[in-house]
Antibody
Framework: QVQLVESGGGVVQPGRSLRLSCAAS????????MHWVRQAPGKGLEWLAV????????HYLGPVKGRFTISRDNSKNTVFLQMNTLRVEDTALYYC??????????????WGQGTLVTVSS | QSVVTQPPSASGTPGQTVTISCSGS????????VGWYQQLPGTAPKLVIH???HRPSGVPARFSGSKSGTSASLAISGLQSEDEADYYC???????????FGTGTKVTVL
């Protein structure tokens, strides 16, 4: 069965960096695009980034472009989110999710349980 | 502030039909397909509709989607207590070059 397990969250000071990981299993990882989505406490869903199946195409939400970088290692079935210059408003539960196809459908058919990032001094 | 808006809440009694609207613009719903996600309390979202009206395997036929112009709708017929959740529409926005989630609708089963 498809499984996505996020890790790397924690408490970090404003201005610092954090790298999230999402380990995938139960499907051919290199055939699917992968997304990161976040949800601030008590708020709605906010899409952040996608990386297509071959790892060559990425798209980002405007406000995180330049601060966040999505990448993947198809040999390790893992997708990453490098987050730099973190702000208090980046505090959220971060989910990784699988695209229904190579990346261009933008339908997220499987989700992990999320990893919590708290940015606080 | 999302560019795709939904009513904050909707409700119905068991067995009724609840319809949730999703309003966008010519740069998103007007030209791209819409997906719908159900988020039960304390859990990750789940895709219940993709490509405007298609149900993934395992999603009950009680869930149906439609789209017209720059708006989309999710209907839940034969409402059940386990349908009580937050629902989000989502659509690719060509101006923003990314996926936009709607503001979310909390469905309450009375």
């Amino acid at each position: 069965q498809v499984q996505l397990v996020e890790s790397g969250g924690g408490v970090v000071q404003p201005g610092r960096s954090l790298r999230l990981s999402c380990a995938a299993s139960g499907f051919t990882f290199s055939d699917y695009g992968m997304h990161w989505v976040r949800q601030a406490p008590g708020k709605g869903l906010e899409w952040l980034a996608v990386i297509y199946d071959d790892g060559r195409t990425e798209h980002y939400l405007g406000p995180v472009k330049g601060r966040f970088t999505i990448s993947r290692d198809n040999s390790k079935n893992t997708v990453f989110l490098q987050m730099n210059t973190l702000r208090v408003e980046d505090t959220a539960l971060y989910y990784c999710a699988r695209d229904r196809a190579g990346g261009s459908y933008f339908d997220l058919d499987y989700w992990g349980q999320g990893t919590l990032v708290t940015v606080s001094s | 502030q999302s560019v795709v808006t939904q009513p904050p809440s909707a409700s119905g009694t068991p067995g009724q039909t609840v319809t949730i609207s999703c309003s966008g613009s010519s740069s998103n719903i007007g030209i791209n397909t819409v997906g719908w996600y159900q988020q039960l309390p304390g859990t990750a979202p789940k895709l219940v509709i993709h490509s405007n009206r298609h149900r993934p395997s395992g999603v009950p036929a009680r869930f149906s989607g439609s789209k017209s112009g720059t708006s989309a709708s999710l209907a839940i017929s034969g409402l059940q207590s386990e349908d009580e959740a937050d629902y989000y529409c989502a659509v690719l926005d060509d101006s923003l070059s990314g996926l936009v989630f709607g503001t979310g609708t909390k469905v309450t089963v009375l």
